[in-house]
């Protein structure tokens, strides 16, 4: 889906992209940069060893909302709609499985930027982080 979404935006999504992005989707939990560069210097696919060049990909696959960066713990996760622009959601972080859930709730998003508008606040991104225990760790 995200090589037709990258010819549909005229974007090029290099080897490096690519390899990247499948090591942080493989991954199922949220992957940090410095974990990203060990596995493709332990060849785990195709990709420089440079970490500017896995930053740079990593720019890019936030910049086009491809991957999101969980700020709270300085990891990256895969986007699960990938084919929209970039955007907000909200996560569910848990503190003891390292797991992340995508809410594709715009209600949530929209509510926040009403608010912060309604207070004279003009917002330019958000971040939304959730932390506690998922329905597996608290059960």
């Known amino acids: 889906m995200v090589e037709r979404v990258c010819r549909e935006r005229g974007l090029r ?78 996560f569910l972080i848990c503190d003891r499985c390292h797991s992340a859930v995508e809410l594709e709730d715009r209600d949530i998003v929209r509510q926040l930027e009403n608010r912060a508008r309604e207070l004279g606040f003009k917002p330019q991104a958000q971040t939304l982080e959730v932390h506690g225990l998922c329905a597996d760790c608290a059960g």
């Open 13 to 90: 999504l290099t080897p490096i992209r690519a390899n990247v992005l499948r090591l942080i989707a493989e991954a199922g939990k949220p992957v940090k940069a410095y974990e990203l560069l060990d596995w493709v210097r332990e060849g785990k696919g195709v990709g420089a060893d440079a970490p500017p060049t896995v930053y740079r990909a990593l720019d890019f696959l936030m910049a086009n909302g491809f991957v999101h960066k969980l700020s709270s713990v300085n990891s990256f996760v895969a986007c699960h709609h990938p084919s929209s622009n970039q955007h907000s959601v909200p």
